[in-house]
């Protein structure tokens, strides 16, 4: 098969380009020439615990994205399906779910079940919470999560207009203080272009987070989804190789990733591509593209079957990919439920 190369001089400008030289520099100089591949499928599957329900009908997403994950709205559902996916081969479950009208999704009130798989499986559990107060987020510790998912913003207006919240960055500080002082794992996202594609208030939430204790910073993509209002938006790719060459600049010692929530097709490929040139150290569902540019350029390369919020870990390595690497897109839902909780909820 063909290789059809990009042409980094003729796709980004000489500035940016000199930044995402600074930012790959100083990510191989502390890492090594190492990229991590996350293949979630069915080794990590997400489960919402609101099935289709949500009381935000968000423009990016109107409910649509949660329909394709496992509905479980008791905690007895919950702990069913974590003990089947575990005998299926799962290494961990997403915990995820509409939001009620303030934004929260209601993962504190399957805590005890949270705890039960805990006890009685070898699962990892990690969640989106949404927003989440201290007494809540200790519930949560408590109960043996092991890590949070949660979005950041950084333009009210944009919150406001996809959301129909009227929110402060305040709002979102909080939930990253209650998050990170109980001691959970956090992996905030930042959505590029979550305003139909264009970008606006990235960079503000990369400043929010900072100053947190956090595994790794997520860089997510607005996805089309059709039947919504921005089923025909996408974002630039430039616009994340600008997010991404930022957030190696201000999280120096922290891996950045890239998730699995962002375009389509070729899109897709040249984001993995700038991706790669700006620093990343993760990519969640990489296209084969990535994966033969990361080969062809020396760098070496390992693949794990769990959320890419999560560090690369030898338990939950896999030997080889367990998608078509020939696609350009996808070929599981996990890209639903980043996309779902993707830009800021």
Same mark, same amino acid.
Request: hydrophobic letters at 40%.
């Given at each position: ?58 423009k990016h997403c109107g409910g649509k994205l949660l329909e394709r ?63 989440? #107060? %201290?007494?809540?987020? !200790?519930?949560? &510790?408590? =109960? $043996?999560? @092991?890590?949070?998912?949660? /979005? ?5 207006a944009t919150a406001r207009e996809v959301y129909g919240l009227d ?45 947190h204790k956090v595994s790794t910073v997520v860089i997510t993509g ?31 010692? #922290? %891996?950045?990733?890239? !998730?699995?929530? &962002?375009? =389509? $097709?070729? @899109?897709?490929?040249?984001? /993995? ?73």
């Amino acid at each position: 098969m063909e290789v059809r190369e990009f042409d980094l001089e003729q796709i980004v400008p000489q500035q940016l380009r000199d930044r995402m030289e600074g930012a790959r520099t100083r990510t191989i100089a502390r890492s090594g020439k190492q990229l991590n591949f996350y293949i979630t499928s069915n080794l990590f599957p997400s489960i919402s615990i609101t099935g289709s329900q949500c009381s935000l009908n968000c423009k990016h997403c109107g409910g649509k994205l949660l329909e394709r994950l496992i509905p479980c709205m008791t905690p007895d559902d919950l702990v069913s399906t974590a003990l089947a996916a575990e005998a299926q081969g799962a290494k961990g479950i997403l915990v995820t779910g509409g939001c009620d009208s303030i934004g929260k999704v209601h993962v504190p009130a399957m805590a005890a079940a949270i705890a039960t798989i805990k006890e009685r499986t070898g699962l990892i559990v990690i969640a989106h919470t949404g927003f989440i #107060t %201290p007494d809540e987020a !200790g519930l949560l &510790r408590d =109960s $043996g999560l @092991d890590g949070v998912g949660f /979005d950041v913003v950084g333009d009210m207006a944009t919150a406001r207009e996809v959301y129909g919240l009227d929110l402060s960055e305040q709002d979102y500080i909080s939930s990253l203080d209650a998050l990170s002082d109980a001691g959970i794992m956090l992996f905030p996202h930042v959505c590029v272009g979550l305003n139909a594609g264009r970008a606006g208030g990235e960079l503000r939430a990369l400043e929010m987070i900072m100053g947190h204790k956090v595994s790794t910073v997520v860089i997510t993509g607005l996805m089309p989804v059709e039947g919504t209002p921005f089923s025909g938006a996408k974002p630039d790719p430039l616009d994340f190789s600008r997010v991404i060459t930022a957030a190696v600049e201000l999280f120096p010692d #922290t %891996p950045i990733t890239l !998730g699995c929530a &962002r375009s =389509s $097709g070729r @899109d897709r490929e040249l984001i /993995d591509y700038l991706a790669i040139e700006s620093g990343v150290e993760n990519i969640a569902i990489p296209t084969r593209y990535a994966v033969e540019y990361a080969k062809r350029n020396g760098y070496s390369t390992g693949y794990y079957g769990t959320c890419c919020g999560l560090p690369p870990s030898d338990d939950t390595r896999i030997d080889t990919p367990l998608y078509d690497t020939r696609a350009a897109a996808p070929l599981c839902g996990a890209d639903s439920a980043s996309a779902l909780h993707g830009g800021g909820i």
